[in-house]
């Protein structure tokens, strides 16, 4: 087996890795680390006052300070039922459009664009690309200025508070940005064409979910009471642990996020893909010109993403100023009488979906969950990396898995702060099989099921050694025709690990063991098929997510008894392994 590392993936922000693990010509492992330690915001919080909460959360992040800033001022206005005025909702608003654009132009000019014009950084890249970098850092200064005019300062501002602003901008203020906003829109033409016509690679493509904000009135927006997803399903902010069930996995600190068992994918994409159609004056003709299929699947389109919603903002800015202008006189603080109560707010940060929930009992913090945008992609980025691996491996080009994992992950833009830096390609080492089988059996005695065509030669592996375990007394052990006539299969195996033991065709030398997840499975057409009826049928998403593959390199699989000297072969080391 064999590693090929990136021992730090740059231009991202924060400290993590993506690795992938080779054996022979299967990719049988793929794990994206978080290894910035937890923030231990969420306790940090409880037994504060809700107006150190505001001033405390945030700081979980100091990259997409505003966007925590708002969701949790949303959280505690619904929680404590302050009711905002419209100058406080919109200036909030034009708040979130300034981190927005800085945001999105560090990533898109300075972080990820050097990516396809063939350098290493940003640096590299100015001597010949020298305007589009200043592009990119005019719009991250002007995006910065925004900020600081409400918040206070650029990063972690105190001037957004429960119920209003400590200061308004002056008039004066509004004017500079909303004509300085309508300065750069021939600027902005040019970011949305660059990004939107680059040459994305097509690998990888795979479908997937995508979720964000449902702002309402049928409008684009970056916050809204109310989850929606791709498929068109919607959930009310305070139900929003139906859609977001957060685990662990072993190596990383970061939570993860499935929806029905199945990763899905927030950020400028994911917006783009669900409210898209609902993009007015220049950006919904730039939408119209460039969207298509690729978008809809493949995450390298999350740059193209971002720089249509750095035109959205650049457009919303001055109707905001307008908006602002309009009122004379600026609001007091809303006061509020409140000691108990529980609220969730939901905001679209730069990177994606961002949920705040904050239960507030006698007067102080309760409880808080924060669950962040890169938490909730982390599935997503393995399962692409996955895909961009085996794909790139069976078309004999190994030599590009460790660029091209490095450019999904940097395409998703991670803010590993508040949930990376390092890739690696390892190759497994020799009969790898064996000390993943031992991990799993000494931890519970997984079930076993032999799968395959007993009329088909060395297909018929499966079964024969399914036969054999169960002869030799081993329990949990099953054969494909046990299994689809056994209904109460989720019973028997409850929490166990499932072990299909199968030949599976991966291109090696006939006899080879090879040990790896269900789920790769699904991203492999070739392989696919044969166990869809059991994915379907008899197995829940959770035990997929717990179920492996053992699988020995056929031959042959034409019909006939015979099985191959070396699969026969394979089959005893199996045994040997399982009874020692």
Same mark, same amino acid.
């Given at each position: 087996?064999?590693?090929?590392?990136?021992?730090?993936?740059?231009?991202?922000?924060?400290?993590?890795?993506?690795?992938?693990?080779?054996?022979?010509?299967?990719?049988? @492992?793929?794990?994206?680390?978080?290894?910035?330690?937890?923030?231990?915001?969420?306790?940090?919080?409880?037994?504060?006052?809700?107006?150190?909460?505001?001033?405390?959360?945030?700081?979980?992040?100091?990259?997409?300070?505003?966007?925590?800033?708002?969701?949790?001022?949303?959280?505690?206005?619904?929680?404590?039922?302050?009711?905002?005025?419209?100058?406080? +909702?919109?200036?909030?608003?034009?708040?979130?459009?300034?981190?927005?654009?800085?945001?999105?132009?560090?990533?898109?000019?300075?972080?990820?664009?050097?990516?396809?014009?063939?350098?290493?950084?940003?640096?590299?890249?100015?001597?010949?690309?020298?305007?589009?970098?200043?592009?990119?850092?005019?719009?991250?200064? $002007?995006?910065?200025?925004?900020?600081?005019?409400?918040?206070?300062?650029?990063?972690?501002? =105190? *001037?957004?508070?429960?119920?209003?602003?400590?200061?308004?901008?002056?008039?004066?203020?509004?004017?500079?940005?909303?004509?300085?906003?309508?300065?750069?829109?021939?600027?902005?033409?040019?970011?949305?064409?660059?990004?939107?016509?680059? @040459?994305? #690679?097509?690998? #990888? =493509?795979?479908?997937?979910?995508?979720?964000?904000?449902?702002?309402?009135?049928?409008?684009?927006? !970056?916050?809204?009471?109310?989850?929606?997803?791709?498929?068109?399903?919607?959930?009310?902010? @305070?139900?929003?642990?139906?859609?977001?069930?957060?685990?662990?996995?072993?190596? %990383?600190? /970061?939570?993860?996020?499935?929806?029905?068992?199945?990763?899905?994918?927030?950020?400028?994409?994911?917006?783009?893909?669900?409210?898209?159609?609902?993009?007015?004056?220049?950006?919904?003709?730039?939408?119209?010109? +460039?969207?298509? =299929?690729?978008?809809?699947?493949?995450?390298?389109?999350?740059?193209?993403?971002?720089?249509? =919603?750095?035109?959205?903002?650049?457009?919303?800015?001055?109707?905001?100023?307008?908006?602002?202008?309009? +009122?004379?006189?600026?609001?007091?603080?809303?006061?509020?009488?409140?000691?108990?109560?529980?609220?969730?707010?939901?905001?679209?940060?730069?990177?994606?979906?961002?949920?705040?929930?904050?239960?507030?009992? @006698?007067?102080?913090?309760?409880?808080?969950?924060?669950?962040?945008?890169?938490?909730?992609?982390?599935?997503?980025?393995?399962?692409?990396?996955?895909?961009?691996?085996?794909?790139?491996?069976?078309?004999?080009?190994?030599?590009?898995?460790?660029?091209?994992?490095?450019?999904?992950?940097?395409? $998703?833009?991670?803010?590993?702060?508040?949930?990376?830096?390092?890739?690696?390609?390892? &190759?497994?080492? &020799?009969? /790898?099989?064996?000390?993943?089988?031992?991990?799993?059996?000494?931890?519970?005695?997984?079930?076993?099921?032999?799968?395959? *065509?007993?009329?088909?030669?060395?297909?018929?592996?499966?079964?024969?050694?399914?036969?054999?375990?169960?002869?030799?007394?081993?329990?949990?052990?099953?054969?494909?025709?046990?299994?689809?006539?056994?209904?109460?299969? &989720?019973?028997?195996?409850?929490?166990?690990?499932?072990?299909?033991?199968?030949?599976?065709?991966?291109?090696?030398?006939?006899?080879?063991?090879?040990?790896?997840?269900?789920?790769?499975?699904?991203?492999?057409?070739?392989?696919?098929?044969? !166990?869809?009826?059991?994915?379907?049928?008899?197995?829940?998403?959770?035990?997929?997510?717990?179920?492996?593959?053992?699988?020995?390199?056929?031959?042959?699989?034409?019909?006939?008894?015979?099985? %191959?000297?070396?699969?026969?072969?394979?089959?005893?080391?199996?045994?040997?392994?399982?009874?020692?």
């Amino acid at each position: 087996m064999k590693t090929i590392t990136i021992e730090h993936l740059t231009r991202v922000e924060g400290n993590g890795g993506i690795s992938a693990t080779i054996d022979g010509k299967v990719v049988t @492992d793929v794990k994206f680390n978080i290894f910035e330690g937890p923030r231990l915001i969420e306790r940090l919080t409880v037994g504060r006052t809700p107006e150190e909460d505001v001033s405390i959360s945030p700081r979980i992040c100091a990259i997409c300070t505003l966007s925590h800033k708002n969701a949790v001022l949303r959280a505690i206005e619904n929680a404590l039922s302050v009711k905002v005025s419209p100058k406080v +909702y919109y200036s909030r608003e034009m708040m979130h459009m300034g981190e927005m654009i800085e945001s999105h132009s560090l990533h898109t000019f300075i972080l990820a664009l050097a990516d396809y014009l063939g350098y290493p950084n940003a640096i590299a890249m100015a001597a010949n690309y020298g305007f589009e970098v200043k592009i990119g850092l005019e719009m991250k200064n $002007f995006g910065n200025h925004i900020m600081k005019t409400y918040s206070g300062r650029f990063i972690h501002g =105190e *001037n957004p508070i429960i119920g209003g602003f400590g200061k308004f901008p002056s008039r004066e203020e509004l004017i500079w940005i909303k004509n300085r906003a309508q300065q750069f829109m021939p600027f902005v033409f040019k970011a949305v064409k660059l990004f939107c016509e680059l @040459d994305y #690679p097509t690998i #990888p =493509e795979s479908d997937t979910l995508y979720a964000c904000c449902e702002p309402g009135n049928n409008k684009y927006g !970056f916050w809204g009471e109310e989850i929606l997803l791709s498929t068109g399903e919607k959930f009310k902010r @305070d139900d929003y642990k139906s859609f977001n069930n957060e685990f662990v996995v072993s190596h %990383s600190y /970061a939570k993860r996020s499935r929806y029905n068992g199945k990763p899905f994918s927030v950020g400028a994409l994911a917006r783009v893909n669900v409210l898209g159609e609902r993009l007015e004056g220049n950006a919904g003709e730039m939408y119209k010109k +460039y969207f298509n =299929e690729h978008w809809k699947k493949n995450p390298l389109y999350h740059n193209a993403a971002q720089a249509l =919603e750095i035109m959205y903002c650049f457009e919303r800015i001055p109707q905001l100023a307008d908006i602002l202008l309009g +009122y004379e006189e600026n609001p007091p603080v809303i006061s509020y009488t409140t000691k108990n109560g529980a609220g969730t707010g939901l905001v679209e940060a730069p990177r994606g979906l961002l949920v705040h929930h904050h239960e507030i009992e @006698d007067g102080l913090v309760k409880y808080v969950d924060i669950i962040t945008p890169t938490a909730m992609n982390c599935e997503d980025i393995e399962r692409y990396c996955h895909i961009a691996a085996q794909e790139l491996l069976d078309k004999g080009k190994e030599e590009e898995i460790k660029a091209r994992m490095d450019l999904i992950v940097r395409a $998703f833009d991670p803010c590993i702060s508040c949930s990376a830096h390092a890739a690696q390609v390892e &190759q497994a080492q &020799q009969e /790898a099989w064996k000390d993943r089988l031992t991990e799993i059996t000494t931890q519970t005695a997984p079930v076993f099921i032999g799968v395959g *065509n007993d009329e088909r030669s060395d297909d018929r592996i499966g079964l024969k050694l399914a036969s054999v375990l169960k002869e030799s007394g081993m329990a949990n052990v099953f054969l494909e025709s046990d299994i689809q006539a056994d209904t109460a299969l &989720q019973e028997r195996a409850q929490d166990r690990p499932i072990i299909f033991i199968d030949a599976v065709n991966f291109g090696e030398r006939a006899g080879k063991i090879t040990m790896f997840p269900v789920e790769y499975i699904l991203n492999n057409a070739a392989l696919s098929h044969k !166990f869809i009826p059991f994915l379907s049928g008899q197995i829940h998403n959770e035990q997929i997510k717990n179920s492996f593959v053992l699988g020995i390199q056929p031959q042959s699989t034409d019909f006939g008894q015979n099985i %191959s000297p070396q699969v026969l072969d394979a089959m005893d080391k199996i045994i040997d392994h399982l009874k020692n």
